[in-house]
């Protein structure tokens, strides 16, 4: 990092008069109030604020001037992300993943995430090589993303060759958050975008290996040899927008026993918002999202059909990405109800998400509702899955101006017989947030 933060100040020094200064900077912060947060058969209360702030500067168009016609960019960004201090707080189920994600036992975190270089017209025209600690996010996330803390690596993208908008090469080499042993993992592929009409499609293959002992979903891991494949499409024009990921999981793990256990998974993400003027409220959006993975029939499998990847786009500090205010699915997992690795009971894998919703807009001001239906695509020793719940979000925001949004949520969880026990009762959410960004 020192020398990465050495060679950016002699570019600087040696070529700032041909090159521009970007400076941005987001703070996000929020006052949180659960009550009657599920853990397993009990209800907790939960209070807590949390922060999260980044800040980034990037010289841009620094001539190399050895080169007929390259230049380069380079940039450094710094997150913090803090939480609560109370052991309360840090404590509960529902925080204590993300400390295990970001591999942080304290209630902050401050650290880099991004240091990279990028070189455009990289030893031929049309090549664009970006060296470093990145972000990135492939598609929809499904498989890969670097979760707002970046990923170690190199990227080529190779642009207008062989009638593809874009020929992308990568590899990136990560420590898995979910390994005892703090192990490296090498993350390689390659993703093909071309456009199509009034979309834009996506076709994408990934690798990632390692040789220590890891989590799964229903199964721990000695040695890990995954590759995904996928299929994207993206819409995003005046009056509707619209995004699809396909993706298969397949490769082999040894579980800690020895036995080979082959993995057979799928997953896939459907988002669609369309906007429209309904009389008198003006502009509104209604949208509708779908998410589903495959999971495990029984305990005793060869066949592992829980589709699951460490790098799924899940986290942005102390905040889940995911559909509903509290239970926050993704592609595989939930907000933890139990202290498993996708967040279910054991025997639970696989997430069935349907979601409905609408924004009306008047002015500055909006109002959205949205209602959640989540389901365990699979449970041991059914033909089916079993419900999970329901969710219903009220959110009200004002813009304060282009760089500031304040906004209030109200939400309600109500279990269903996946989750549900004798006293279980609804979880609700109260929120406050600010959104600052310059």
């Given at each position: 990092m020192n020398k990465f933060l050495f060679f950016i100040l002699m570019a600087v020094t040696n070529n700032s008069f041909a090159a521009k200064l970007d400076i941005s900077s987001e703070n996000n912060f929020s006052i949180k109030s659960f009550e009657n947060l599920i853990n397993q058969n009990k209800n907790y209360n939960l209070s807590y604020y949390n922060l999260n702030s980044q800040f980034s500067f990037a010289l841009k168009n620094i001539t190399l001037e050895e080169t007929d016609n390259s230049w380069m960019d380079a940039s450094v960004g710094f997150k913090y992300f803090s939480i609560d201090s109370s052991s309360r707080t840090i404590n509960s189920l529902y925080i204590k993943e993300f400390n295990q994600f970001y591999q942080n036992d304290n209630p902050y975190y401050f650290f880099v995430d991004k240091a990279y270089i990028k070189v455009y017209n990289f030893i031929y025209n049309d090549i664009v090589a970006t060296f470093g600690r990145q972000p990135y996010t492939l598609s929809m996330g499904n498989v890969l993303s670097d979760n707002s803390k970046g990923l170690n690596g190199v990227r080529l993208e190779f642009l207008n060759k062989l009638k593809m908008d874009s020929i992308d090469f990568l590899y990136f080499r990560e420590n898995n958050p979910y390994s005892e042993e703090n192990i490296s993992e090498n993350i390689y592929g390659v993703s093909l975008n071309k456009s199509f009409g009034d979309g834009l499609w996506n076709l994408?293959?990934?690798?990632?290996?390692?040789?220590?002992?890891?989590?799964?979903?229903?199964?721990?891991?000695?040695?890990?040899?995954?590759?995904?494949?996928?299929?994207?499409?993206?819409?995003?024009?005046?009056n509707i927008s619209y995004t699809s990921e396909f993706s298969l999981e397949k490769g082999n793990s040894k579980d800690i026993g020895g036995k080979n256990i082959n993995h057979n998974a799928y997953s896939l993400s459907i988002n669609a918002t369309w906007k429209m003027e309904i009389p008198k409220f003006g502009n509104s959006n209604a949208r509708f999202v779908y998410l589903k993975s495959s999971g495990n029939p029984n305990s005793t499998f060869t066949e592992n059909k829980a589709f699951?990847?460490?790098?799924?786009?899940?986290?942005?500090?102390?905040?889940?990405?995911?559909?509903?205010?509290?239970?926050?699915?993704?592609?595989?997992?939930?907000?933890?109800?139990?202290?498993?690795?996708?967040?279910?009971?054991?025997?639970?894998?696989?997430?069935?998400?349907?979601?409905?919703?609408?924004?009306?807009?008047?002015?500055?001001?909006?109002?959205?509702?949205?209602?959640?239906?989540?389901?365990?695509?699979?449970?041991?020793?059914?033909?089916?899955?079993q419900s999970l719940g329901t969710e219903f979000d009220i959110k009200y925001s004002f813009d304060m101006g282009e760089k500031l949004n304040f906004y209030l949520v109200y939400a309600t969880f109500s279990p269903k017989s996946g989750i549900k026990k004798p006293d279980i009762k609804s979880t609700k959410l109260f929120s406050l947030n600010i959104k600052a960004r310059f």
């Open positions: 994408y293959y990934i690798a990632n290996s390692n040789n220590g002992k890891t989590k799964d979903i229903s199964f721990d891991s000695n040695k890990t040899d995954k590759k995904f494949s996928g299929i994207s499409y993206l819409i995003n024009s005046e699951y990847s460490p790098y799924s786009k899940r986290f942005n500090g102390y905040e889940r990405i995911g559909v509903g205010e509290i239970y926050r699915a993704s592609i595989f997992d939930t907000s933890k109800t139990s202290d498993t690795l996708n967040g279910l009971p054991d025997g639970l894998s696989g997430i069935t998400t349907v979601g409905f919703g609408a924004d009306l807009i008047k002015g500055k001001r909006t109002i959205s509702l949205d209602y959640f239906g989540y389901k365990a695509t699979q449970a041991f020793n059914s033909d089916s899955g």
